[in-house]
């Protein structure tokens, strides 16, 4: 099946830890995102690729870096300087066509919590 | 891009319409009015979109009025499995960010 997978689904690591999040996806898609959503809030944008080898920062980029080698793939790691990196963090992916930016195509999450 | 607003909470009776308000006044023209759901700690599920026009697909209508200002999401026969948060976004097409407010939960009772 086509889609968007994210991994693991829970993650714990001890505070001062880097940890890497995954996103894969299969559907062929150009843009790849990164939020986060803490308890009873919206989403935050992390970062976005557009394209192989390039991405921008999103609104709240400090203590997160990511990479975009591959079409499929866009990791996220949350480094040591992220002053409060427990969240649940979400992958998604988007195409285009024509000019037109076309729907999200979202993840089922990563819950992240340092102890 | 343009702010949404939605009213934070809303309950529906299982099996009426459930009609989701969203005021999106500063909307420019090129901007697209988007609709999506997120049930507890599960990844945003896409509905629908639209511009100017009406839409409607298998999920949900959307009802945008002639200025563009505001737009209503209808769940037609709403059951228990459409208790979720809706997030009514506005978005540049050549843009590629969404950006989430913090929705209306919907809360459908039996």
């Known amino acids: 099946d086509g889609g968007i997978t994210q991994s693991p689904k829970y993650l714990f690591r001890k505070e001062g830890q880097n940890v890497t999040l995954s996103c894969e996806q299969n559907?062929?898609?150009?843009?790849m995102y990164w939020y986060r959503q803490d308890p009873g809030q919206g989403l935050r944008l992390i970062y976005y690729?557009?394209?192989?080898?390039?991405?921008q920062k999103g609104d709240i980029a400090e203590g997160y870096s990511v990479s975009r080698e591959k079409k499929e793939s866009f990791p996220l790691t949350v480094t040591s300087a992220q002053k409060n990196p427990t969240a649940f963090y979400l992958c998604?992916?988007?195409?285009?066509?024509?000019?037109?930016?076309?729907?999200?195509?979202f993840g089922q999450g990563t819950r992240l919590t340092v102890v | 891009d343009a702010k949404t607003t939605q009213p934070t909470s809303m309950d529906c009776a299982e099996g009426r319409a459930a009609n989701l308000p969203c005021n999106h006044s500063?909307?420019?023209?090129?901007?697209?009015v988007y609709w999506y759901r997120q049930i507890h700690s599960q990844g945003p599920q896409y509905i629908i979109h639209?511009?100017?026009n009406n839409e409607t697909n298998e999920m949900a209508s959307l009802i945008i009025t002639e200025d563009r200002k505001s737009s209503t999401l209808i769940l037609p026969h709403a059951t228990l499995r459409d208790t979720a948060v809706y997030y009514c976004?506005?978005?540049?097409?050549?843009?590629?960010?969404?950006?989430f407010g913090t929705g209306t939960s919907l809360t459908v009772i039996p």
């Open positions: 690729s557009q394209i192989v080898n390039d991405f």
């Open positions: 639209g511009l100017k």
């Open positions: 976004i506005v978005r540049v097409a050549t843009r590629n960010q969404f950006y």
């Open positions: 998604a992916s988007s195409t285009r066509r024509g000019s037109m930016n076309t729907e999200a195509f």
């Open positions: 500063t909307i420019s023209g090129n901007e697209y």
């Open positions: 559907l062929n898609h150009d843009a």
